[in-house]
């Protein structure tokens, strides 16, 4: 029984980790793909792609109470760190069904330090017109 349970939680434990930079401070402000904001207590990035179920953005959230993680710009420069093109990719594919199967890091730079939160990417809902 202690090993069937053990294999049950093994199991449900993400296996990949995908760290992303978000880099405001260089981007231009007309280039950005993220409209980042504040909603009650949680903080989000929604990427404006079109990518999900029912073309609906990829939205990544964490509670603002979760202070994140200080990460040295060396140990930035040893991360291993995903472009775009792979967040939109794990986020598209694997968003639905294996989204408690991935980690998501975004690092943000927060005046003269890198801030890493574990985000969330949330589920697409179906956009419904009412009569």
């Known amino acids: 029984m202690t090993l069937f349970l053990y294999n049950i939680a093994r199991a449900q434990r993400p296996t ?7 880099d405001t401070a260089k981007t231009p402000v007309r280039d950005r793909m993220f409209d980042i904001g504040r909603e009650g207590d949680y903080y989000g990035y929604q990427l404006a792609c079109k990518c999900l179920t029912w073309q609906n953005d990829a939205v990544f959230t964490y509670r603002v109470d979760q202070k994140g993680t200080v990460v040295s710009p060396n140990d930035l ?7 775009l093109t792979r ?8 968003g639905i069904y294996r989204r408690d199967k991935t980690v998501f890091n ?21 956009n419904e017109i009412a009569y």
Not at 16 to 22: H, I, K, P, R
Not at 108 to 125: A, M, N, S, T
């Open 87 to 94: 967040l939109i990719y794990v986020a598209k594919e694997y």
């Open 16 to 22: 990949d980790t995908l760290n992303y930079l978000v």
């Open 106 to 126: 975004f690092i943000e730079k927060i005046g003269d330090q890198y801030i890493k939160h574990r985000v969330y990417l949330l589920e697409p809902r179906k």
């Open 77 to 83: 420069k040893k991360m291993n760190l995903s472009n």
